[in-house]
């Protein structure tokens, strides 16, 4: 892996909202009063453009999301039906899915339909999931990215700092995730709503860095600095890529805007940091 180069990916919310889930860092459960937007089933003209446009500025991978627990045969069928169509019409675009809990059949029939890594979160360590979720287990989620290996997919797990763990809380939880052996770990940092439990995150920009350090000097590969990017850091963005950061999310969040793909291009232009052609 050439840290030198800079990965772009994008994230699409193609069903929105609603989730009967309790997770407290999380604006698409229904549990919290949140003023997000809701849909079901984006169409496909509107996926496409948004994977078009975000291919043209440099994302090697788009990543096709759904709120809600996990899988259902509906939720399989809309998907698989747009990562067909999008693989198509943008063949060399590295496909991602996000839809939750997966078995070995579901996440087989999203392989087949085009989809070459899933994502799935462990959120945090096992021994602090209680305090930010309630309905569903830490276990599950992690069977889930037992079951991306075991289809051959590529796992994308990681999570969200900020929600009150401690320094002990996230060692353990990176040490989970590097017992799956991903291939790139995204992590998030807590983007406060009013209307979510969690209150705003008590992380300093310097220790955001320090975090992305600690993560670096155990992992080789792709660590990609997801959500809450830019309200965490604000213009100190940049220095994630000297903590070690190696990749990015450009354009839109899943319910919050991202700064312009261009603003993120210009800045990668200006440290002088290429950006990646190709997932190797
Ligand atoms: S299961 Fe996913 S979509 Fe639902 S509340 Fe939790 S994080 Fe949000």
């Known amino acids: 892996m050439n840290n030198n180069k800079i990965f772009l990916c994008a994230i699409n919310n193609i069903e929105s909202g ?4 309790d997770c407290k860092f999380c604006t698409q459960s229904s549990r919290y009063q949140t003023d997000i937007e809701k849909y079901k089933n984006k169409s496909f003209e509107q996926i496409l453009n948004d ?15 759904t709120a809600g627990k996990g899988l259902n045969d509906r939720k399989l069928k809309y998907v698989s039906q747009i990562a067909e169509k999008l693989k198509k019409e943008l063949p060399d675009l590295n496909l991602i899915a996000c839809n939750g809990t997966a078995s070995v059949e579901q996440l087989r029939v999203l392989k087949n339909s085009g989809i070459s890594s899933y994502n799935h979160n462990l959120e945090s360590a ?11 287990t830490w ?8 079951n991306v290996k075991n289809v051959g997919l590529n796992l994308c797990t990681g999570g969200i700092v900020g929600l009150g763990e401690n320094d002990e809380v996230r ?19 807590y983007h406060h709503n009013e209307a979510l439990p969690i209150p705003k995150t008590d992380l300093t920009i310097n220790k955001g860095l320090e975090i992305i350090k600690n993560l670096r000097n155990k992992f080789n590969g792709r660590i990609m600095i997801a959500g809450g ?11 994630i890529f000297q903590a070690g950061a190696n990749s990015i999310v450009i354009g839109n969040y899943l319910t ?16 002088n940091l290429k950006i990646a052609k190709s997932c190797q």
């Open 126 to 136: 096992e021994s602090f999931y209680n305090e930010i979720c309630t309905t569903h």
């Open 229 to 239: 990017r830019e309200s965490f850091f604000g213009e100190n963005d940049w220095q």
């Open 171 to 189: 060692e353990e939880f990176f040490n989970e995730i590097l017992s799956l052996e991903p291939n790139s770990i995204p992590i998030n940092f």
């Open 256 to 271: 919050t805007k991202g700064i312009s793909a261009d603003h993120d291009l210009n800045v990668l232009k200006k440290l």
């Open 18 to 21: 609603g989730c009967s889930e």
């Open 51 to 65: 994977a078009k446009f975000l291919n043209e500025k440099g994302a090697l991978g788009f990543c096709l999301v």
């Open 139 to 146: 276990r599950e989620r992690y069977e889930t990215c037992e």
